[in-house]
């Protein structure tokens, strides 16, 4: 019966630290792909340039990149928008000068195929819209994760890791409450140590969404600790907690 016991409370810790780490790797994977985008173009001051970028793409998958132009003076511009989009072949640049209304607002796209990974997995696109009188320079930036899952796309891969993460994460936490059930103090230390670690790992990958990409990381790192702190009191020498 111990023996039993023994694996079943394996079992639900492995379920539960893959869910986990489904959902570090996944947010780890978005943040490093904007960091590689904030230094692989070129460099400037100028910031405020949102585009519209997928998260993620499977490697055969084509999508496009979108920014709004926006004319903030009470004169006609001629802004120069300048684009840097990674590719296999070397970094590709793209130019083209805007004629602007007043106050004019425009829509602009790039497209982007599988010729433009590089990196092993990741899709690099910096915009700058240069100067134009007392129209402000701006840049924009982001990086795209590409994930290859069950020939997937890359919003599909994205939703079921997602999902999967949480599933795994409630299924091993509840059978090992079951197994341990009734709770002594340390098992409800562990239990709360490891909710709190959930609880990150989750607000992580949230963040992704608004693309928060600084809190990301924040979050990421703070999981990492917990898991390593929770490794040592709860693993390596759980008769600490006991004393």
Do not use: K
């Given at each position: 019966m111990k023996l039993r016991s023994f694996l079943q409370s394996l079992f639900a810790v492995l379920?539960?630290?893959?869910?986990?780490?489904?959902?570090?790797?996944?947010?780890?994977?978005?943040?490093?792909?904007e960091?590689?985008?904030?230094?692989?173009?070129?460099?400037m001051t100028g910031e405020g340039l949102k585009l519209s970028c997928p998260?993620?793409?499977?490697?055969?998958?084509?999508?496009?990149?979108t920014a709004a132009i926006k004319n903030s003076l009470d004169e006609p511009v001629l802004?120069?928008?300048?684009?840097?989009?990674?590719?296999v072949g070397g970094r590709q640049s793209l130019s083209q000068t805007l004629s602007l209304a007043p106050h004019e607002i425009r829509i602009i796209q790039w497209s982007l195929n599988p010729s433009d990974v590089i990196f092993g997995g990741l899709i690099l696109v910096n915009v700058v819209?240069?100067?134009?009188?007392?129209?402000?320079?701006?840049?924009?930036f982001c990086g795209i994760l590409i994930f290859n899952l069950f020939n997937l796309t890359g919003l599909e891969?994205?939703?079921l890791i997602f999902i999967s993460g949480i599933v795994l994460i409630s299924i091993g936490g509840t059978l090992w409450r079951r197994i341990h059930e009734p709770l002594d103090d340390s098992a409800e230390?562990?239990?709360?140590?490891?909710?709190?670690?959930?609880?990150?790992?989750?607000?992580?990958l949230l963040t992704t969404l608004p693309r928060w990409w600084g809190l990301t990381l924040f979050l990421d790192a703070f999981a990492l600790i917990m898991l390593s702190v929770i490794f040592t009191d709860f693993v390596l020498f759980p008769q600490h907690n006991r004393n």
């Open positions: 379920l539960f630290l893959v869910g986990v780490l489904l959902q570090l790797s996944l947010s780890g994977g978005m943040v490093w792909a960091v590689e985008a904030s230094i692989y173009g070129t460099q998260f993620m793409l499977a490697p055969s998958e084509s999508s496009r990149v802004p120069t928008i300048t684009t840097e989009i990674s590719n819209q240069g100067r134009y009188g007392d129209l402000d320079p701006q840049h924009g891969s994205f939703v230390q562990t239990l709360q140590a490891c909710g709190g670690l959930a609880g990150v790992t989750t607000l992580a």
